[in-house]
């Protein structure tokens, strides 16, 4: 890809424009994605515009951008996360059912837990995740899992970076982090009573594909204090159920 008068690449300028979009700043002036991009007003502009013309960013009446249904359909075609949300849907959706509390899935993705589904109800409490969000892989349920099962190389940068205390709850301590990851490995399943927030407890649960790696996470969000072995029972079925369909057989 042809660079631009910096040294940018047209991949690294089209990444930085992109990554502009939030959950919460979904639409955007093309002057605001320029600041916010580190590009130049008029290479912006004229990014923007190529980007809107192929349908990958739209322009609504008030002239603001978001991102184009393209862009969706381009992404949803051959993704590993939509191979694992319609695998698990409708197991996510009976586990919902019956704690009646915030059930996500989460994949492992650039050193933090991304998450590809959530279901919530009306009876679910306080949570402020959302689909496409983001978890820090130290301070989540999912997060823990899929570091505990991870490889160590992944593990050892984990640790040796800045584990930020989200609540006092949440582990900081490499050596207590590392003595954590070992218990979830063990169980099979972490449970996190106020490590992402104050007034919630995550329970999760490893999720395998078939080659038996460790694909994804399965958690629910209780409130702080409740009983987790009826959640957690529901989880573990449910991850069954779901690695079969994705062709793991214990």
Request: hydrophobic share 45%; proline share 4%.
């Amino acid at each position: 890809m042809a660079n631009s008068p910096s040294g940018d690449s047209a991949i690294d300028r089209l990444m930085r424009i992109l990554e502009t979009f939030t959950p919460v700043r979904t639409v955007q002036t093309t002057a605001e994605i320029g600041r916010r991009a580190g590009i130049p007003r008029s290479s912006a502009h004229r990014i923007v515009g190529e980007l809107v013309d192929a349908g990958l960013l739209e322009r609504d009446d008030e002239r603001g951008i978001r991102i184009g249904m393209r862009l969706w359909e381009l992404a949803t075609r051959s993704s590993r996360a939509l191979r694992l949300r319609h695998a698990a849907l409708a197991h996510m959706e009976r586990v919902q059912a019956h704690v009646r509390e915030h059930t996500h899935l989460a994949i492992l993705e650039q050193d933090e837990a991304l998450l590809v589904e959530r279901l919530s109800g009306p009876e679910s409490g306080a949570n402020i995740t959302r689909i496409a969000g983001r978890l820090p892989l130290h301070a989540s349920s999912s997060g823990l899992v899929l570091l505990a099962f991870a490889d160590r190389e992944l593990q050892d940068r984990i640790l040796a970076g800045r584990l930020a205390a989200l609540t006092r709850e949440t582990i900081v301590d490499p050596p207590a982090l590392r003595r954590k990851l070992a218990e979830i490995r063990t169980l099979g399943h972490a449970v996190a009573p106020g490590s992402f927030d104050d007034v919630s407890t995550g329970v999760a649960v490893p999720v395998r594909d078939e080659t038996g790696h460790v694909a994804a996470a399965l958690s629910v969000v209780l409130p702080r204090g409740a009983q987790t072995p009826a959640a957690l029972a529901q989880l573990l079925r449910a991850a069954r159920d779901i690695e079969r369909e994705l062709g793991y057989r214990r």
